[in-house]
């Protein structure tokens, strides 16, 4: 490889949907903002094609939807929570219980230990509650029914967390929540490597618990938008 090779510079479009995905989340916009082209390509100095492609990303990941011929930032609402709280349950916990069942000879190494190692070493240098910390909250719970050996459990995991997305961050804000979040899933991968699945169940089952209490609390409270 050319040590001097010139390194590609980020697509202006990915630019935009990094910053707007990072202040959706941050809350930067109310939920009554229109999200109106010309607006944002002078907020992100861009021109209106890129903001357009970054919206449609942003669309497709749950976090703005469109009323009309207008989008706005997503509202979490309390309505149906519960619903998907209880499918989200069922599916991860089915994950274990498949092993359990000896539908599999127990979780796949090759797919836990990555996200084994990934959370113990934010378990030593702590991150930030943001956006990012969000999508490796919920690539890691794809990555325990993946290595359960059902793939189809982490395709349906996937819709319901695009379901629910905007209405975790009431959850990440609270204090010391990352932490926690941290700690449980580095102990619920470690039983499930060890083969500890009763552990691993009670374990997932109260941490699946915890958020929705957060969540629906921060929206009984009327929190319609993330902390800042």
Known sequence: MDRYQIQRREPLSQRIYREMRRDLAAGEFDPGTKLGEERLAERYRASR????????????DGLIERRGNILYPVRPRLDGLAEYYDARALIEIAGIDRVRGGQAAGHDPVVLGPELERW?????????????????????????????????LAEALAVIQKKVRAAWFLDYPTPGRAEMITAEHVAIAEALLAGDLAAARASLAAHIDDSRRLVEGGLADGQERPVR
């Open 120 to 152: 113990a070493g934010m378990r030593e240098v702590p991150v930030a509650a943001d956006i990012d910390f969000a999508l490796a909250d919920e690539a890691f719970h794809r990555a325990l029914l993946t290595a359960s050996g059902n793939a189809a």
């Open 49 to 60: 094609t890129p903001v357009r492609e970054a919206l449609a990303r942003l669309i497709s």
